[in-house]
């Protein structure tokens, strides 16, 4: 069974940068999706990225509000997706969760995914 761990939250100032971590351990199947998701304080969690993987290659999706400032990327020798978030703003704070569903699928589809990490925060602030 796959298990996720998320790492690298923490506080950081507007304008500032934060790489989160998710590493999976357990036997991925060939296709599979890993999301970023968050949530804030009485907010419902929303899709942030995700990136599903195949053997013809991997796409990768972003939530409107985070294009061109966060990027998805794995690193298959470290069983690990990041999330590089920069320009971060006090909008950004959230916990931030990794999930990750077999198969290829939308990563944005939050019911499809049946494991979930326990969470990072993020805080931005001045």
């Known amino acids: 069974q796959v298990q996720l761990v998320e790492s690298g939250g923490g506080v950081v100032q507007p304008g500032g940068s934060l790489k989160l971590s998710c590493a999976a351990s357990g036997n991925m199947p060939s296709s599979y999706v890993i999301g970023w998701f968050r949530q804030a304080p009485g907010k419902e969690r929303e899709f942030v990225a995700g990136i599903s993987v195949t053997e013809a290659g991997d796409w990768k999706t972003y939530a409107e509000s985070v294009r061109g400032r966060f990027s998805i990327a794995k690193d298959n020798a470290e069983s690990t997706v990041y999330l590089q978030m920069n320009t971060l703003a006090p909008g950004d704070t959230a916990v931030y969760y990794c999930?990750?569903?077999?198969?290829?699928?939308?990563?944005?589809?939050?019911?499809?995914?049946?494991?979930w990490g326990l969470g990072t925060q993020v805080t931005v602030s001045s």
């Open positions: 999930a990750a569903r077999g198969g290829p699928g939308n990563a944005m589809d939050i019911q499809a995914y049946d494991t």
